[in-house]
T-cell receptor, first 115, second 113 residues
Framework: QKEVEQDPGPLSVPEGAIVSLNCTYS??????FMWYRQYSRKGPELLMY????GNKEDGRFTAQVDKSSKYISLFIRDSQPSDSATYLC???????????????FGKGTLLTVNP | GAVVSQHPSRVICKSGTSVKIECRSL??????MFWYRQFPKKSLMLMAT?????????EQGVEKDKFLINHASLTLSTLTVTSAHPEDSSFYIC?????????FGPGTRLTVL
């Protein structure tokens, strides 16, 4: 079983739809959870950063973490064509800047928002 | 936000040659930089962690003699792919740490003929 599982999609939605992206993980030591957005042929861009369980909202984006189920989600409200990209979940057991810090990524979900 | 650059953005080379990729943090100092490799429709795979002034820490299965990493200053890390072969063709991405966040460069597409 891979440490982080993410459905690669592709996922295609109409403009204005609510998008739900998910990852599951097996390593219970993971405490820090991130979502990155990656446009084609570009490096990943940090969208959301959460620690432990709970919700975090930033504009149209909401990140949820359920550590008991080892499940994290990213919701995009009022999706726009400019949201079309690959979304990668990432997680770490060590706080950033700490010793042995590294991120474990999911495969990424390719999202297309159609106008 | 913090900016990380990579150079070159794309390189094509012949089999057997060596290629150097630079990663720079433009507006902040990064004591730690990371090098990743990404295959099409695959996740980012961490290759090595690079700390300024010390030897890089390589992930299991990554040949340190093939992928030479130098982190000579707080704003520059380099990855040299030595004696490149077609199977080394990939998208290489670096990232640099601020105190709490990892920022990624735009990536370098390497094609080995």
């Amino acid at each position: 079983q891979k440490e982080v599982e993410q459905d690669p999609g592709p996922l295609s939605v109409p403009e204005g739809a609510i998008v739900s992206l998910n990852c599951t993980y097996s390593n219970s030591a993971f405490q820090y959870f991130m979502w990155y957005r990656q446009y084609s042929r570009k490096g990943p861009e940090l969208l959301m950063y959460t620690y432990s369980s709970g919700n975090k909202e930033d504009g149209r984006f909401t990140a949820q973490v359920d550590k008991s189920s080892k499940y994290i989600s990213l919701f995009i409200r009022d999706s726009q064509p400019s949201d079309s990209a690959t979304y990668l979940c990432a997680m770490s057991s060590v706080v950033s800047g700490g010793s042995n810090y590294k991120l474990t990524f999911g495969k990424g979900t390719l999202l297309t928002v159609n106008p | 936000g913090a900016v990380v650059s990579q150079h070159p953005s794309r390189v094509i080379c012949k089999s057997g040659t060596s290629v150097k990729i630079e990663c720079r943090s433009l507006d902040f100092q990064a004591t730690t930089m990371f090098w990743y490799r990404q295959f099409p429709k695959k996740s980012l795979m961490l290759m090595a962690t690079s700390n300024e002034g010390s030897k890089a820490t390589y992930e299991q299965g990554v040949e340190k003699d093939k992928f030479l990493i130098n982190h000579a200053s707080l704003t520059l890390s380099t990855l040299t792919v030595t004696s490149a072969h077609p199977e080394d063709s990939s998208f290489y991405i670096c990232s640099a740490m601020t105190w709490d966040t990892q920022y990624f460069g735009p990536g370098t597409r390497l094609t080995v003929l």
